[in-house]
């Protein structure tokens, strides 16, 4: 049986299409409406097969009817036939439009082309129905990330510019966030992907649940997210928003029996009527970013004009220096460095030099976007490969034993097979490893305390020393002097300037220098550039000097030179 619905305000029309519909002999049953809201209200109380409507009708025509229903989603699975005295091109298809299956002319309706009308129409609804179920499911595969089940970088976009385009209508700011893990590569490398895999779905699970306000969260690729938020009025509500971000993952993941942290960097960028395009906002937060990682990670930092002249900077010559590993441009300095009591040469620190670097020559520069960029990998081999190899060449020609300081970055400190690759090249070089001292600064041992601890001692089993750099300037933690096997602590050059010309300073420096000694840990004074300064580490008893006033960084002739006097012999060959 076939239940359909007749809705047309003309009795003498219902009769007609009644009678019709009755002469063909089939099996219907008809409810009638006189009016759409009738017509509606019948909708939702009973499921036809069929509704039949009149076009003209009082108050509500049939295509309002039909967008009021289409509104309320009532009709599930009812075919529409539109009917109408009169009919224009424009009318016919403005219902089509609105979501009927077919339009009909009052004058012409006979039984048998209703009946065809009304099969063609439950027809073409089913079609519609299942292409409207394999659209949503395309549609589904299309705006989601198949791993987090978040939105992806499609939909993200996509909405951004729809927001973008109304931002005139919102009140306040539209900001965008861009996220990215601090350790994500670390974790993949360490526990395997499938962990990696379970982390990125368990975060973005808990961060879900906790912003139910951001208008959107999308998985953007890789370890990468994006937010957009609305209605922002202050900045401090955008730090406030990512502060909270990411203190969301500062409770540790529980995944497959390993503990695992981890953190994240997030850039941030607000429109406005200078920058009211996608392209412009997704580039700032990126850049917002990438300043983020630079000041030490697990931050969030909003972006400002000047720091698109950093970032272009820095690109480039992260561009430039992939080019120069490739064709081994940099060189090595070494600077002396003396025993304070008898002024005997104990060693040198390597310094790397980038004599044709394009944009920068300055390591304090390039070294940090060496690091950001994980360049420094290939490069700190590179050092690694080139420095104990002289080392060696030097002691034995010399028959001395002289000691080398090599700066580690703390990303190195992460790589385990470093530790191996330091253990060939002891071998290959036949170095004394008791020769080779590895410069780590405090930030490196921050993060990840054990994975750290383990990598150091690693070091100090080869036999190789261990010398904390730069202290004075960041944490200066007695914590750290204790935890990790620490044998040398280098005060920095802002130490030593201070204490010469205030005493209180001078005081300080005398302490430490005899607290460390007490633990057996070795001072050496960096950045000694006067006659004065000589003075005073010699009378707080530091234990050893490097610094302008006693050489500076010098290329390997110029070191072999010194080696020479200082040896008073004739060295046969230095090869
Ligand atoms: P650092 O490890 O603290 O190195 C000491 C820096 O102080 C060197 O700067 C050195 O040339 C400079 N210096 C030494 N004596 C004096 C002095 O009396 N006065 C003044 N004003 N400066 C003095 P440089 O060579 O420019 O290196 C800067 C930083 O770049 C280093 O600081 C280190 O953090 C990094 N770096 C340099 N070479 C390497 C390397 O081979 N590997 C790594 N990972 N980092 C390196
Ligand atoms: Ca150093
Ligand atoms: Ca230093």
Redesign the pocket.
């Known amino acids: 049986m076939m239940n359909i619905l007749l809705v047309d305000d003309q009795e003498i029309d219902r009769e007609l299409i009644k009678h019709t519909l009755f002469s063909s002999g089939k099996n219907i049953e008809i409810t009638e409406a006189s009016n759409a809201h009738e017509g509606i209200s019948n909708v939702e109380n009973t499921q036809f097969d069929v509704i039949l409507m009149d076009y003209q009708m009082p108050k509500m025509n049939g295509i309002e009817m039909l967008v009021a229903l289409k509104q309320k989603q009532t009709i599930k699975n009812a075919a529409i036939i539109m009917m109408s005295h009169n009919t224009s091109e424009d009318i016919m298809l403005e219902c089509i439009d609105a979501g009927a299956q077919d339009f009909l002319l009052k004058e012409e309706v006979t039984s048998s082309q209703l009946l065809r009308s009304i099969r063609q129409s439950r027809k073409r609804f089913e079609l519609e129905a299942k292409l409207s179920s394999s659209y949503l499911q395309v549609k589904d595969l299309a705006e989601h990330d198949q791993l987090t089940g978040l939105y992806n970088r499609y939909h993200f976009e996509d909405t951004l510019s729809a927001l973008l385009v109304n931002s005139r209508a919102l009140k306040g700011h539209v900001v965008v966030m861009l996220m990215d893990l601090d350790n994500f590569k670390h974790i993949n490398d360490s526990f395997g992907h499938a962990v990696g895999d379970k982390l990125l779905i368990q975060l973005a699970h808990r961060v879900k649940s906790h912003f139910r306000e951001s208008k959107l969260f999308a998985r953007l690729g890789g370890d990468e997210f994006g937010f957009i938020f609305t209605g922002v009025k202050k900045i401090e509500q955008t730090f406030i928003i990512a502060n909270r971000i990411l203190s969301n993952l500062e409770l540790p993941f529980q995944i497959d029996g390993h503990t695992i942290y981890c953190s994240g960097s997030i850039g941030m960028s607000i429109n406005s009527a200078k920058s009211d395009n996608i392209e412009e906002l997704i580039k700032y937060a990126d850049i917002a970013m990438y300043q983020a990682k630079t000041l030490g990670r697990n931050q969030a930092c909003l972006f400002e004009n000047n720091m698109e002249l950093d970032f272009y900077r820095a690109y480039k010559i992260e561009g430039e220096l992939r080019e120069a590993i490739k064709k081994q441009d940099f060189v090595?300095?070494y600077?002396p460095i003396y025993q304070s009591n008898d002024h005997r040469l104990i060693g040198f620190?390597?310094?790397?030099?980038w004599p044709e670097g394009p944009t920068t020559q300055?390591?304090?520069e390039f070294?940090p976007i060496a690091e950001q960029s994980r360049l420094?990998e290939p490069l700190?081999r590179w050092?690694l490969e080139e420095t104990i190899e002289q080392i060696a060449k030097w002691n034995r020609a010399l028959d001395t034993n002289l000691s080398l300081a090599?700066?580690?970055?703390p990303l190195?400190i992460h790589d385990q097979n470093l530790m191996l690759f330091i253990k060939e090249l002891l071998e290959k070089h036949q170095v004394n490893p008791a020769n080779i001292i590895l410069?780590i600064?405090e930030t490196a041992l921050l993060s990840d305390h054990d994975t750290h601890l383990e990598a150091l001692k690693t070091l100090t089993s080869f036999g190789c020393g261990l010398a904390l750099?730069?202290f004075g300037t960041g944490y200066s933690s007695i914590a750290h002097l204790l935890n990790f096997p620490i044998d040398i602590v280098?005060f920095?050059?802002t130490l030593i300037d201070g204490a010469s010309c205030n005493s209180k300073s001078a005081f300080v420096l005398q302490g430490l220098t005899e607290m460390l000694q007490n633990m057996e840990i070795i001072t050496v004074a960096?950045?000694?550039?006067t006659v004065e300064q000589v003075e005073m580490c010699e009378k707080i008893k530091i234990d050893r000097l490097?610094?302008?006033?006693l050489s500076?960084?010098m290329p390997v002739a110029q070191c072999e030179q010194l080696l020479l006097i200082d040896k008073k012999t004739i060295l046969r060959v230095i090869n």
Do not use: W
């Open positions: 090595m300095h600077q620190e390597a310094l790397i030099r300055n390591p304090e070294i420094i700190g050092i090599i700066n580690l970055s190195q410069e600064t750099d730069d280098k920095d050059k960096e950045g000694v550039e490097q610094g302008y006033y500076r960084p």
